[in-house]
């Protein structure tokens, strides 16, 4: 078996998205070339919904099946050129029975696709004096946990409101899983509330690196983002953070720090399973 690597090079695109496909895909596309030509990332990660605009009236307009889709092709094609593995933020998905879903893909530098993951938790929220958004108007819920590897690094993948669910993050750790990537779009009421909150939150309880990629703040849009990508360590830590306009962050990711904190802190050989547990069915 192939020693694991000890160090993964990730670059967050954190990009603006407008009401034409064609350009946000394209956008996504130069950001790429450019990341991998000045840093020489093993991994980029891009936002959720970066080819369309966020919004449930939006998301049947511009859905695509997956992967023969245009956006699928495209990040394949950008994934085999660059020799680069690409976590795609995510895409409307045209589904079975006509279902749309919130979709991760995940391509390797092969070109292939070697995960899919469909947003399990709908973000339906009424905050009063913030925001009403309820995406089950329109979308329909995944049903399955999705990771993959690097080198031999497990990676997990959530979907913005998935990262509220702790169990879910619970399981990943429990599975192997030394990163958890979450493509998200946290608006202005939950962003400034939530958002490195619950990133570090995940990160400390789980002992793994968490990775956020947001879309770029647009005040013009009918969904405003909070922006603000990160990458958060094992020991809750922030290591990269982006402002609030498109941007791109960088940063080496030493999973070393994985084992250290797990080692001095034991909490998961110190759970009373006795008493309690979160497994997987």
């Not at 694991?4 to 895909?25: C, E, M």
């Not at 990332?41 to 939006?58: A, D, M, Q, S, V």
């Not at 699928?72 to 006509?98: C, M, R, W, Y």
């Not at 968490?210 to 094992?234: E, F, K, Q």
């Amino acid at each position: 078996m192939a020693k694991a690597i000890n160090t993964l090079r990730l670059a967050l695109l954190q990009l603006k998205s407008s009401r034409d496909k064609t350009t946000n895909v394209r956008n996504a596309i130069i950001k790429i070339e450019k990341v991998v030509k000045d840093h020489q990332p093993h991994l980029i990660t891009l936002p959720e919904c970066f080819n369309c605009p966020y919004g449930t009236k939006y998301f049947r307009e511009y859905a695509e099946q997956i992967p023969d889709g245009f956006t699928s092709q495209q990040l394949s094609k950008a994934a085999l050129e660059n020799q680069v593995f690409i976590v795609g933020g995510t895409i409307p998905e045209l589904g079975e029975n006509d279902r749309i879903f919130n979709t991760c893909t995940v391509w390797a530098p092969s070109g292939e696709l070697i995960a899919k993951h469909r947003k399990m938790h709908l973000f339906d929220i009424d905050v009063k004096g913030g925001i009403r958004f309820k995406e089950s108007e329109t979308l329909s819920p995944g049903n399955e946990f999705t990771t993959f590897k690097i080198e031999g690094r497990k990676i997990g993948i959530g979907i913005c409101y998935d990262i509220r669910f702790e169990e879910m993050a619970r399981l990943y750790r429990n599975d192997g899983c030394e990163m958890i990537i979450y493509p998200a779009a946290f608006n202005m009421t939950t962003g400034p509330l939530h958002w490195e909150l619950l990133q570090r939150a995940r990160a400390n309880d789980n002992q793994l690196f968490v990775v956020t990629t947001s879309p770029a703040r647009d005040l013009a849009a009918d969904y405003v983002a909070y922006g603000h990508s990160m990458i958060i360590d094992p020991w809750a830590k922030i290591i990269a953070c982006a402002d609030e306009g498109e941007q791109t962050v960088t940063a080496d990711i030493d999973f070393a720090i994985v084992d250290q904190v797990r080692q001095q802190i034991p909490v998961f050989s110190q759970r009373r399973l006795d008493l309690y547990g979160t497994e997987m069915k």
